[in-house]
């Protein structure tokens, strides 16, 4: 595992851009309207609740580096469960991480994620770059769109893997944006597509966090059989609002994040 926690987003960022061309428009459109580089809220990783996988031993990586778990959040319909983690030092981005609950699913989906699981080695997990390893399983392209049916997530996990699926800018730190509307307007300005789902914004001062996100970009995937474009990653935008105490929200806003997650739903 890393000891550094700015070398374990470098590698992050690194391996997100590979799949995420976008990515560095969205820090050329905001980014040059400060002084530095975009400063990002949080950044989000997914996994399944397999023993050998499962959210606490992607969580493990995070702790290592400084981190502590924070908020726990349940999605229902998707059948996901999700923390959040919050580094001691307030710049660093906070972290959420969730996995799909395997057992609420269908036989033929547990089998298949039992299968790619299976595939990973046991030592593979706690290396330095397991969260930015990407898959470690061969999937065909048949067995992707049959994921696909039943869950996009579970179909997303089998393409891409161990990666950062988006970096969220901080609103509250850019220099000409005030409003998530007006970043929401540069973005369409300059041809990016928004997740719509649930509207363009998420959230609400009276929740004390507004969210928007770009559609993931396409991006071939090498599948077992043949190489297909599919949503990869995508860009997130939050600003915060202070609490009674003064002080900015710290968490996540789960009717929002429901909507966020399909951010990798196909245009
Ligand atoms: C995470 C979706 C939730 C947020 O900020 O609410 C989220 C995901 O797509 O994996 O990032
Ligand atoms: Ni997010």
Redesign the pocket.
């Known amino acids: 595992m890393h000891t550094d926690v700015n070398a374990l987003f470098d590698n992050l960022w690194q391996n997100y851009l590979a799949v995420t061309p976008s990515a560095v428009k969205v820090h050329e459109l905001l980014g040059s309207t400060q002084q530095d580089d975009v400063i990002n809220d949080?950044i989000?990783?997914?996994t399944f609740n397999h023993e050998k996988i499962g959210l606490e031993k992607l969580a493990a990586h995070f702790l290592a580096v400084g981190y502590k778990e924070c908020g726990e959040y349940h999605f229902e319909a998707k059948k996901l469960y999700?923390k959040h983690y919050e580094h001691s030092d307030p710049k660093q981005p906070k972290v959420?991480i969730?996995e799909l609950l395997v057992e609420q699913c269908s036989e033929q989906l547990q089998a298949i994620v039992n299968e790619l699981v299976g595939s990973i080695d046991a030592d593979a997990v706690t290396a330095e770059n397991f969260l930015y390893s990407g898959t470690h399983w061969q999937v065909s392209s048949e067995t992707y769109k049959q994921l696909l049916a039943e869950s996009e997530?579970a179909a997303w996990m089998s393409a891409w893997g161990y990666r950062a699926?988006?970096f969220?800018v901080n609103i509250n730190e850019l220099a000409k944006f005030d409003r998530i509307e007006d970043v929401n307007q540069a973005l369409k300005d300059a041809g990016f597509a928004l997740n719509t789902s649930g509207g363009e914004v998420?959230g609400s001062p009276e929740v004390l966090l507004e969210?928007s996100?770009t559609l993931a970009d396409d991006f071939a995937v090498e599948f077992s059989d043949t190489t297909m474009s599919i949503p990869s990653c995508?860009y997130?935008f939050?600003l915060r609002y202070a609490q009674p105490d003064g002080e900015l929200y710290t968490g996540?806003?789960?009717a929002?994040?429901?909507k966020?997650?399909?951010?990798?739903n196909a245009r």
């Open positions: 949080h989000a990783l997914r999700a959420f969730s997530y699926n988006h969220t998420k969210q996100s995508f997130e939050a996540f806003v789960a929002s994040a429901d966020i997650f399909e951010s990798t």
